[in-house]
């Protein structure tokens, strides 16, 4: 795994250009069905793909926390709202809360979650593939391509089946 995480964003950047031209078609013309071939190419993969083993996505990048994320980890650190943002969280350029810093200060040593339950919104959908609508999420899904093997291989995947 380490060696795939490694030559990951490399192997993302070699397909950049070729990524953009793709969702650029799909956004003009989706296919009927590409929320069900999505569902299942997502399906597919972490069928094969196990998270722990990689947790990249909880390494180097941090999620949006809603009000409500924060509303119910708060609840569950027994902590006050504004107790729980001084000390986990900052407000960034777009003015919406994200973590302090990377890795994520929840992440124990063996990849797991330790507040995989109350885990925010962002963290639970990550890494977007199986969305509704999925051709409007294009350069969000192009970024998670250097971060998440799995997305990688969902989007090689998916120009293959939809060429």
């Not at 569902?39 to 722990?52: G, S």
């Not at 040593?109 to 962002?122: E, G, M, Q, S, T």
Request: charged content about 35%.
């Amino acid at each position: 795994m380490q060696e795939t995480l490694e030559n990951l964003p490399d192997r993302a950047k070699d397909k950049h250009k070729e990524n953009k031209k793709f969702f650029s078609k799909l956004r003009k013309k989706p296919p009927k069905d590409l929320d069900r071939q999505m569902q299942e190419l997502h399906e597919e993969e972490f069928a094969k793909t196990n998270c722990l083993d990689c947790a990249n996505c909880c390494k180097t990048t941090g999620p949006l926390f809603t009000n409500k994320d924060i509303e119910r980890i708060s609840k569950h650190l027994k902590l006050k709202p504004q107790q729980f943002i001084e000390q986990y969280l900052r407000i960034d350029e777009d003015k919406d809360y994200v973590l302090q810093e990377v890795p994520c200060a929840f992440l124990a040593p063996d990849n797991y979650c330790l507040i995989y339950d109350v885990r925010p919104k962002a963290c639970r959908e990550y890494p977007h593939t199986d969305r509704k609508d999925f051709h409007k999420i294009s350069n969000l899904t192009i970024k998670n391509t250097a971060i998440c093997p799995a997305a990688y291989n969902i989007v090689e995947k998916m120009k293959a089946r939809l060429k």
